[in-house]
């Protein structure tokens, strides 16, 4: 069963906005995730938010973390075209293995129109 | 270059026919998965690795089959026994405690 729901399932701005996505998960984690995936390719790892931290940056992106909602936001600042993609969010379950298997969500399509 | 090599990109199976995914990892990675992907879907595991010689089934297991003989590799059989297997498959790797890493994905069509 999928463990990260993302929402919304699709979104639609124009270059220069910025752009929330948001996921929710239902156990512990480890840490979650975030991927970013362009249509018919491979995911991209964006970016890593352990479970005891609230918030992290990585140029445009920042995402947030709120363990007692057990859930999760990226904020994608000044979107581009190019930013056009399916952002999906990945839990790590906690308790597990380094190597534990990760959770992914249904994902969000974000369409950003020049 | 490092990274994980999936091949064919694309690939048709004919009812009742075996196929095998090829994935292979020079990442020095000990941990390998396997994940399906349908149209405007999300990712659903259907096996992982750990180390050599071992995997383990995940959500979706009925009708794949795996092997992990080396390190590097990890193909995937798609059996007969797998009723609706048009997909797109994705491998992935992963150090210890640490991100996954994605090959390009094989689209699966059965004709």
């Known amino acids: 069963s999928q463990q990260g729901e993302e929402d919304p399932q699709a979104l639609s701005i124009q270059e220069g906005e910025n752009a929330t996505m948001n996921c929710s998960y239902k156990t512990s984690i480890n840490n979650l995730q975030w991927y970013r995936q362009n249509s018919g390719r491979g995911l991209v790892h964006l970016i890593l938010i352990r479970s005891n931290e609230r918030e992290k940056h990585s140029g445009r992106l920042r995402v947030t973390l709120d363990t007692s909602k057990k859930s999760s936001s990226l904020l994608i600042t000044a979107s581009r075209a190019a930013d056009t993609a399916s952002y999906f969010c990945a839990t790590a379950n906690a308790g597990g293995t380094s190597y534990g298997k990760l959770t992914f969500g249904q994902g969000t399509i974000l369409t950003v129109h020049p | 270059d490092g990274g994980i090599t999936q091949s064919p990109k694309y690939l048709f199976r004919k009812e009742g026919q075996n196929v095998t995914l090829s994935c292979e990892q020079n990442?020095?990675?000990?941990?390998m998965y396997w994940y399906r992907q349908d149209p405007g879907q999300g990712l659903r595991l259907i096996y992982y690795?750990?180390?050599?010689?071992?995997?383990q089934k995940g959500d979706i297991a009925e009708g794949y089959s795996v092997s992990r003989e080396k390190k590097e590799s990890f193909p995937l059989t798609v059996t007969s026994a797998q009723k609706n297997p048009t997909a797109f498959y994705l491998c992935?790797?992963?150090?210890?405690?640490?991100?996954?890493?994605f090959g390009e994905g094989s689209w699966l069509t059965v004709v």
């Open positions: 990442l020095n990675h000990d941990a």
């Open positions: 992935a790797s992963r150090p210890p405690g640490n991100t996954i890493y």
């Open positions: 690795s750990q180390i050599v010689n071992d995997f």
